[in-house]
């Protein structure tokens, strides 16, 4: 007797409700079911399975059998896909759900570099800003660290950051650089603002001083509720806004644009991956999310956040 075919077909006459629906399913002649379960009851010496006319059902023995096995099954189907991820594991889809901004500004410039250590691996990404994401339709979910996911869902830290002041060059020579917050009254301020409610005072945090706290009433040319259409007006020279330092770290590389009001900043910020509650993780999955932390950590070397992002 093959007993742990035996197993599986037991298993599968139980959830398909019968004889004839798991041999379907199994692709099995109904006979060659009824067999194999015959085989595992007398092998175990005790009866699984009440048989009338009209339905079937588990004994106790049965009850507690089966409990047992699925967790038995699920282990073994673990260890074989364990077994082939260096293979199998390493080709295939990696489905990714992402906020725009963090589609655009980290995950889009990992790819190149990821395709050249894994060709076979199709990333497939959906840019949605989603307040309840579905996250166990994805193999990763991109989210702000202040969203709420759901019990179980696994959480991983991709980068700590901070929301600092920027301007271009070009602007800082025509309109001057601000010295101090209050300066920001007399600048062309480019504000993310939240629809349906007032422009707020901006409130400023010096990491430097205690995070000590000033709030700064300060007026804006241009609002809007999308943080890359207040980049790309700031990247224009339109003026001065508050953005998260790894999108722009490396326009400040480039000296596209410039950082200004350090040591300020507006904000603490999280970047998070939110995977399905599972025990294992594709390869290609892990994989994917493992470079993607690094190259978001790299993305910032040198500016300040090294320390808040180890480990």
Same mark, same amino acid.
């Given at each position: 007797?093959? +007993?742990?075919?035996? !197993?599986?077909?037991?298993?599968?006459?139980?959830?398909?409700? &019968?004889?004839?629906?798991?041999?379907?399913?199994?692709?099995?002649?109904?006979?060659?079911?009824?067999?194999?379960?015959?085989?595992?009851?007398?092998?175990?010496?005790?009866?699984?399975? @009440?048989?009338?006319?009209?339905?079937?059902?588990?004994?106790?023995?049965?009850?507690?059998? $089966?409990?047992?096995? =699925?967790?038995?099954?699920?282990?073994?189907?673990?260890?074989?896909?364990?077994?082939?991820?260096?293979?199998?594991? !390493?080709? &295939?889809?990696?489905? *990714?759900?992402? $906020?725009?901004?963090?589609?655009?500004?980290?995950?889009?410039?990992?790819?190149?570099?990821? %395709?050249?250590?894994?060709?076979?691996?199709?990333?497939?990404?959906?840019?949605?800003?989603?307040?309840?994401?579905?996250?166990?339709?994805?193999?990763?979910?991109?989210?702000? &660290?202040?969203?709420?996911?759901?019990?179980?869902?696994? *959480?991983?830290? /991709?980068?700590?950051?901070?929301?600092?002041?920027?301007?271009?060059?070009?602007?800082?020579?025509? @309109?001057?650089?601000? @010295? #101090?917050?209050?300066? $920001?009254?007399?600048? =062309?301020?480019? +504000?993310?603002?939240?629809?349906?409610? +007032?422009?707020?005072?901006?409130?400023?945090?010096?990491?430097?001083?205690?995070?000590?706290?000033?709030?700064?009433?300060?007026?804006?040319?241009?609002?809007?509720?999308?943080?890359? #259409?207040?980049?790309?007006?700031?990247?224009?020279?339109?003026?001065? #806004?508050?953005?998260?330092?790894?999108?722009?770290?490396? !326009?400040?590389? #480039?000296? %596209?644009?410039? +950082?200004?009001?350090?040591?300020? /900043?507006?904000?603490?910020?999280?970047?998070?991956?939110?995977?399905?509650?599972? %025990?294992?993780?594709?390869?290609?999955?892990?994989?994917? $999310?493992?470079?993607?932390?690094?190259?978001?950590?790299?993305?910032?070397?040198?500016?300040?956040?090294?320390? *808040?992002?180890?480990?």
């Amino acid at each position: 007797m093959d +007993r742990l075919q035996s !197993m599986r077909v037991f298993q599968q006459v139980v959830d398909e409700g &019968g004889f004839a629906a798991a041999a379907r399913k199994l692709d099995l002649a109904p006979a060659m079911v009824t067999r194999l379960v015959n085989d595992l009851e007398q092998h175990l010496g005790v009866r699984l399975l @009440q048989r009338t006319t009209r339905r079937l059902s588990l004994t106790p023995a049965g009850e507690g059998y $089966l409990g047992r096995l =699925r967790a038995i099954l699920g282990d073994i189907e673990e260890a074989d896909a364990m077994a082939h991820s260096h293979t199998r594991e !390493m080709a &295939g889809t990696v489905r *990714v759900l992402a $906020l725009p901004v963090v589609a655009t500004h980290l995950l889009a410039p990992a790819v190149a570099e990821f %395709q050249l250590r894994f060709p076979e691996v199709v990333l497939e990404v959906q840019v949605e800003d989603v307040a309840d994401p579905n996250v166990e339709d994805y193999d990763l979910t991109l989210l702000n &660290g202040l969203v709420q996911v759901h019990a179980g869902v696994i *959480v991983r830290t /991709i980068l700590h950051s901070q929301a600092v002041f920027c301007a271009t060059p070009d602007y800082l020579l025509r @309109q001057g650089e601000p @010295q #101090s917050p209050e300066d $920001l009254v007399r600048h =062309r301020c480019l +504000r993310l603002r939240t629809p349906g409610m +007032r422009l707020r005072p901006m409130r400023l945090i010096d990491p430097t001083d205690g995070d000590r706290v000033l709030e700064v009433e300060v007026p804006a040319v241009m609002t809007a509720n999308h943080t890359d #259409s207040l980049l790309r007006a700031t990247v224009d020279g339109a003026g001065i #806004s508050s953005q998260p330092l790894d999108l722009i770290a490396t !326009m400040l590389r #480039s000296g %596209q644009l410039r +950082r200004v009001l350090s040591p300020w /900043i507006t904000n603490r910020l999280t970047l998070v991956a939110a995977l399905p509650s599972r %025990q294992f993780m594709p390869a290609r999955t892990r994989a994917f $999310l493992d470079h993607l932390v690094a190259h978001a950590r790299h993305t910032v070397a040198g500016l300040g956040l090294e320390e *808040v992002n180890a480990g």
